[in-house]
């Protein structure tokens, strides 16, 4: 992770989040004062971005669909953890209907 400048986290969208795996990876390596914290700064200023495949559509993933919220409210906390890390969280990169794909 130090030699890039982005990082990015390809999942799936598993249960509105990633798979245990991805999470469990975000624990052991996102570790306070290297990650985060008073001396955890060696991220800062690096880009990350979520790149996840749907099996919904687009039209599910609103406040009128059945879902509820959308894909960036879904991953609030991936926001919330790169701003933790002091890294500049993108848009998030979706693939919607993967199920239909071909």
């Not at 975000?26 to 979520?50: C, F, M, Q, R, S």
Request: proline residues 6%.
């Amino acid at each position: 992770m130090l030699q890039h400048d982005t990082i990015i986290w390809h999942h799936p969208f598993y249960w509105y989040s990633c798979p245990p795996l991805l999470k469990h990876w975000i624990d052991l390596v996102l570790e306070y004062n290297w990650a985060y914290g008073p001396h955890g700064n060696l991220l800062k200023g690096k880009l990350a971005l979520t790149a996840i495949t749907a099996g919904g559509t687009k039209e599910v993933y609103c406040s009128e669909g059945s879902n509820n919220y959308t894909i960036s409210q879904f991953l609030r906390p991936f926001e919330q953890t790169a701003v933790l890390c002091g890294m500049e969280y993108l848009s998030p990169f979706v693939i919607f209907g993967t199920h239909r794909l071909k």
